[in-house]
Nanobody, 114 residues
Framework: QVQLRESGGGLVQAGGSLRLSCVFSGIIVTPNTMGWYRQAPGKQRELVASSDSARNTNYADSLKGRFTISRDWGKNTVYLQMNSLEPEDTAVYYC????????WGQGTQVTVSS
């Protein structure tokens, strides 16, 4: 079992920044991938960024340059730094852990006002 606890969402004006955090606890296996997804109202959940245990990162093409994923290996925490936020980034952001099984956080709301 793996538990995920997200924090850092909120309301921000367009052009602003937010940093999301996700702390993982439980049985963490290697290899694994930790990532962030988002789901806007009426849309499918989509990958934002991911980071695997080989230290590879992957980003949605449309978000490269604005969003940065990072991991604190000692704290089992993954971060998502979001800069130059746009109203289109408004969504519920979910943390995901993929090892032998896939686990999801409860989601954190990010709202970007114009």
């Amino acid at each position: 079992q793996v538990q995920l606890r997200e924090s850092g969402g909120g309301l921000v004006q367009a052009g602003g920044s937010l940093r999301l955090s996700c702390v993982f606890s439980g049985i963490i296996v290697t290899p694994n991938t930790m990532g962030w997804y988002r789901q806007a109202p009426g849309k499918q959940r989509e990958l934002v960024a991911s980071s695997d245990s080989a230290r590879n990162t992957n980003y949605a093409d449309s978000l490269k340059g604005r969003f940065t994923i990072s991991r604190d290996w000692g704290k089992n925490t993954v971060y998502l730094q979001m800069n130059s936020l746009e109203p289109e980034d408004t969504a519920v952001y979910y943390c995901n852990y993929q090892g032998r099984m896939s686990y999801w956080g409860q989601g954190t709301q990010v709202t970007v006002s114009s």
